[in-house]
């Protein structure tokens, strides 16, 4: 079946280090995004891309970094300069016509600080 | 950037009741979309709709697309435990066609009393 898998489904990370949040589609979609969830505060955006080796900064980009080498996968690093890392990070796909279908999301990271 | 004016942000009901919500926007969109997310999942498409005034139903789920464009509803008729989750609304705004992304709202999260 295809889907998008987010891996790891928990993450823990110490002060200071960057982390690498995984994220791979089989579904043949265009577009991939990264979304940031925090209690209450809905869904961020911070990055987007719409072809491989292209993305864009969302509205809340400072502290990550990201890259498209391939159609299937849109890796999202978590820097030491992301202030408050704590939060539910959330990647989806889409066609490339959101107008039309939406996103597909995976099922989510809860990366922690400890 | 831009979230949709999602209300109520909360709501606690009993078992059997109906429930209804909605999402405003000063600015009008051609696509309005509905999701649910599960605790600790990532959200899942309920409904589309892709015309002003359309009415959309997915069981006991009614979507309604505003005839302003500026607003969309959700109904949720005899309310079941699985129905406790976040409710997205999520929208196209026609000025980012060719730079395709969804604004969401701020969502509705819905808690079933005993």
């Known amino acids: ?114 | 950037g831009q979230q949709l004016n999602q209300s109520p942000q909360s709501m606690f009901i009993q078992e059997g009741e109906d429930v209804s919500m909605n999402c405003t926007s000063s600015s009008i969109f051609n696509t309005w979309l509905w999701y649910k997310q599960d605790p600790g999942e990532g959200p899942v498409l309920l409904i589309a709709l892709y015309k002003a005034g359309e009415l959309t139903s997915n069981g006991r789920l009614t979507a309604q697309f505003g005839i302003t464009r500026k607003d969309s509803f959700l109904n949720i008729s005899a309310s079941i435990p699985s129905d406790v989750g976040i409710y997205f609304c999520a929208g196209f705004l026609i000025s980012n066609f060719g730079n395709e992304k969804l604004t969401f709202g701020t969502g509705t999260r819905l808690t079933i009393i005993p």
Not at chain 1, 34 to 52: A, E, K, N, T
Request: with cysteine.
């Open chain 1, 1 to 114: 079946d295809g889907g998008i898998t987010q891996s790891p489904k928990y993450l823990f990370r110490k002060e200071g280090q960057n982390v690498t949040l995984s994220c791979e589609q089989n579904l043949n979609h265009d577009a991939m995004y990264w979304y940031r969830q925090d209690p209450g505060q809905g869904l961020r955006l911070i990055y987007y891309s719409q072809i491989v080796n292209d993305f864009q900064k969302g509205d809340i980009a400072e502290g990550y970094s990201v890259s498209r080498e391939k159609k299937e996968s849109f890796p999202l690093t978590v820097t030491s300069a992301q202030k408050n890392p704590t939060a539910f990070y959330l990647c989806a796909s889409s066609v490339g016509a959101a107008l039309l279908y939406g996103y597909t999301f995976g099922s989510g990271t809860r990366l922690t600080v400890v």
